[in-house]
């Protein structure tokens, strides 16, 4: 949009933070942020990894939106702490076993829980997609991506969401049939490398919102998470 085109200016209207329509607005916000954290706290208690993510992350974004820092703050260790639980079933599921994959469903009917390595011709869009399906079907799965070895002879690891995430590790010993503790130290490598790779001047709702998109890429790094929570409590004060 051309903001030089006197025919297209708008005049930008500053809410009243003491309007009464924007008092009530915000309490309508604020009791369903904690109507959502009790929902995933109750989820939690009934070991509902799944139901508890979803209403965890709906709190989660929510409150970001609504500018309340500190509910999302406390909407992030349950988030983490069902993650972890529903990765701990897809490890368990694995049995020592990586399942590996060049190609996924355009469209997915089902999914059998455990660990996947997505490789070339597969790329993190299919890696993506497999694990929204999973969370849909309530099927825990931990999902990797890689993409060719280079020229150094390193392995790119990816994963796309809010943003794309790349960094470039080590191969497995057997590049055709990675082991499941390759697989997983790859997986937290990704993340390590989301939070070292953001602009370390970003502060404040930069470095919140920074951090939400590569979580939304990287879901199952418990880190990231603690890293977010961190940002939103400095932003509360």
Not at 128 to 151: F, K, S, T
Not at 170 to 176: S, W
Request: proline residues 5%.
């Amino acid at each position: 949009m051309d903001f030089t085109t006197a025919s297209k200016r708008r005049a930008i209207r500053i809410p009243d933070l003491e309007d009464p329509a924007n008092t009530m607005a915000t309490k309508t916000t604020h009791r369903r942020i904690e109507t959502l954290l009790e929902k995933t706290e109750a989820a939690m208690k009934q070991t509902a990894w799944f139901e508890a993510e979803r209403h965890a992350v709906a709190a989660l974004d929510l409150a970001i939106e609504s500018g309340d820092h500190e509910s999302a703050a406390r909407a992030c260790l349950p988030l983490q702490e069902a993650r972890r639980q529903r990765a701990l079933d897809a490890i368990d599921a694995a049995k020592g076993q990586v399942d590996v994959l060049d190609s996924v469903p355009a469209e997915i009917e089902s999914v059998e829980a455990g660990v996947y390595l997505i490789e070339p011709n597969g790329v993190g869009a299919d890696a993506r997609r497999l694990r929204i399906a999973a969370l849909q079907l309530e099927v825990p799965v931990l999902v990797v991506c890689r993409e060719p070895v280079n020229r150094m002879g390193l392995v790119t690891i990816v994963a796309i969401g809010g943003s794309t995430v790349r960094t470039r590790i080590d191969p497995p010993a057997d590049l055709e049939q990675p082991d499941l503790q390759w697989t997983l130290a790859a997986l937290e490598q990704l993340g390590d490398s989301a939070i070292d790779g953001l602009d370390p001047g970003l502060s404040g709702p930069q470095r919140i919102d920074a951090l939400r998109a590569v979580l939304d890429s990287v879901t199952d790094h418990e880190r990231l998470h603690q890293a977010l929570a961190d940002a939103l409590r400095a932003a509360a004060g």
